[in-house]
């Protein structure tokens, strides 16, 4: 398993325990290579990192999860969350997961800067990173439902 | 109009036409304001930027369009040209149309640093840039076909 997935499998229990106050579980497979091609649907984090670590991180999770964790910081009613809200949710969780992870990797000797959020909406999005060395996946499953929430990092580092 | 897509404006020109040989026109519409929300399909090349810019430019066309850019670059047969090939190119010419913003941005004071490339591929993406203060978009008509390239920039600049 990549350094980076070890960083991100632990920033993301502690940031969801601590945000959302959701438990989340990592599926224990060390394999953490990302399928080729990539194809995420529902709600998607992104925040890219340039310096001695550079690439993308995509965090993503169903809409039905996504507004779930909406409600959860902004303790609205499901019914009542706009895409905008929802965006900034789930944008803010991907740049404190991204955040985590760049002090981490810092520690390590990559230092890096994080671009602002985006977060994309889609069904069935190929994502193609030809230019990024290290491709991984985590993926974390939430008890009490069947949701899960899935992190990509596409990225190299320089030495 | 916003000093970001005059300078997006030229720049794509002027790559598109180095590199693919391929003379493209802008709408000569002085409205660059990016729909909201802005959704995207086909293929599209994503940048970012971190530094006293700090944002994501996104360069989408349809699927047509981008294979037959990438014919023109490797002079490969449109039947053949394999997801790899069609990102590595998409991804590169992206990556130009950044450089050249970068380097026209720091020129005025805005120094920043690119990501590497990704591309993504699919059908009414939706992208939301909650945290982008400029959200900006420059139309490209390409003569002699019904095709278009579209060139977003969601970013804020610091300074």
């Not at 070890?6 to 945000?19: D, L």
């Not at 579980?25 to 670590?53: L, Q, R």
């Not at 789930?90 to 520690?107: A, F, Q, R, W």
């Not at 290290?134 to 992190?151: A, L, N, Y």
Request: hydrophobic share 40%.
């Amino acid at each position: 398993m990549h350094i980076i997935s070890e960083f991100i499998r632990g920033g993301v229990r502690e940031i969801y325990s601590m945000m959302l106050g959701l438990e989340v579980i990592c599926k224990e497979d060390v394999d953490d290579t990302a399928p080729i091609p990539t194809v995420i649907s529902g709600v998607c984090g992104t925040v890219s990192v340039t310096g001695k670590m550079n690439g993308t991180i995509y965090m993503s999770m169903s809409e039905k999860m996504a507004k779930d964790a909406t409600c959860r910081i902004m303790g609205s009613d499901p019914a009542s969350v706009s895409d905008e809200e929802l965006s900034d949710v789930i944008g803010e969780l991907t740049n404190m997961v991204t955040g985590n992870l760049k002090s981490k990797m810092t520690d390590q000797g990559y230092n890096c800067t994080l671009s602002i959020p985006n977060v994309m909406i889609g069904k069935d999005v190929k994502i193609e990173a030809t230019q990024s060395s290290i491709k991984v996946c985590s993926i974390f499953s939430v008890p009490d439902s069947q949701e899960t929430i899935q992190v990509f990092v596409f990225a190299r580092l320089e030495g």
